[in-house]
């Protein structure tokens, strides 16, 4: 049974950080891409940024890049996201999901992200 834990999130200022991460359980974890959405109320769920099997290559959404870190460490079978000069905009629910192929078949339950101005 595959099994994704995020946490980390909460509360900030808008400029401030926070690191969230997910851990993921019952699957090849190091054979598998990874990826963070969000979701923001009343939004439809959105990609923030994905990350490669073996960390090798990762992609961002525009809205992100540069801001936004996504990095894996298969010895514990956790991927983050380090997340720096956030801004109210970036308040939503935040899920890791498991890449196969080109879909997202697996996902977390999220964490809450809230950045007040």
């Known amino acids: 049974q595959v099994q994704l834990v995020e946490s980390g999130g909460g509360l900030v200022q808008a400029g401030g950080s926070l690191r969230l991460s997910c851990a993921a359980s019952?699957?090849?974890?190091?054979?598998?891409?990874m990826g963070w959405f969000r979701q923001a109320p009343g939004k439809e769920r959105e990609f923030v940024a994905r990350?490669?099997?073996?960390?090798?290559?990762?992609y961002y959404a525009d809205s992100v890049q540069g801001r936004f870190t996504i990095s894996r460490d298969n010895a514990k079978n956790t991927v983050d996201l380090q997340m720096n000069s956030l801004k109210p905009g970036d308040t939503a629910v935040y899920y890791c999901?498991?890449?196969?192929?080109?879909?997202?078949?697996?996902w977390g339950q999220g964490t809450q992200v809230t950045v007040s101005s």
């Open positions: 999901a498991v890449r196969f192929g080109t879909q997202y078949v697996y």
């Open positions: 019952g699957l090849p974890f190091s054979s598998y891409g």
């Open positions: 990350i490669s099997y073996n960390g090798g290559t990762t």
